[in-house]
């Protein structure tokens, strides 16, 4: 199985911003979508956004659309998010994703067969 390496994220007060990052192996993936998911203590894994990593057709979740903004380089294989404007809310484990499925199901974290290990955001008020 292949683990994408996740970088970035950390500490921030509300109102600030952080990058979080995703590296692909060098080897080819044959990936339709990249994206992230978040997951909070005791709360069920939450879809945040997505890329399409032909096209660079991006997909937020209502909670983030206009905060953060997802992006690709296709040379360097680094999927990254910029997360702006940082809400206590926003604290949770977030994990990038690889999607070879469709786009109807890139909401559906069962639909990513590759995984980062996680990386922490918090954010304190």
């Known amino acids: 199985q292949v683990t994408l390496v996740e970088s970035g994220g950390g500490l921030a007060q509300a109102g600030t911003s952080l990058r979080v990052s995703c590296a692909l192996p060098?080897?080819?993936?044959?990936?339709?979508?990249m994206g992230w998911f978040r997951q909070a203590p005791e709360k069920e894994r939450e879809f945040v956004a997505a890329?399409?990593?032909?096209?660079?057709?991006?997909y937020y979740s209502n909670s983030v659309k206009g905060r953060f903004t997802i992006s690709r380089d296709k040379v360097k294989k680094i999927m990254s998010m910029e997360m702006r404007d940082l809400e206590p809310e926003d604290t949770a484990t977030y994990y990038c994703?690889?999607?070879?499925?469709?786009?109807?199901?890139?909401?559906?974290?069962?639909?990513?067969?590759?995984w980062g290990q996680g990386t922490q955001v918090t954010v304190s008020p």
């Open positions: 994703g690889g999607s070879t499925s469709v786009l109807s199901t890139i909401r559906q974290h069962p639909s990513y067969k590759y």
């Open positions: 060098e080897r080819t993936l044959a990936l339709r979508f």
């Open positions: 890329i399409n990593w032909n096209d660079g057709h991006t």
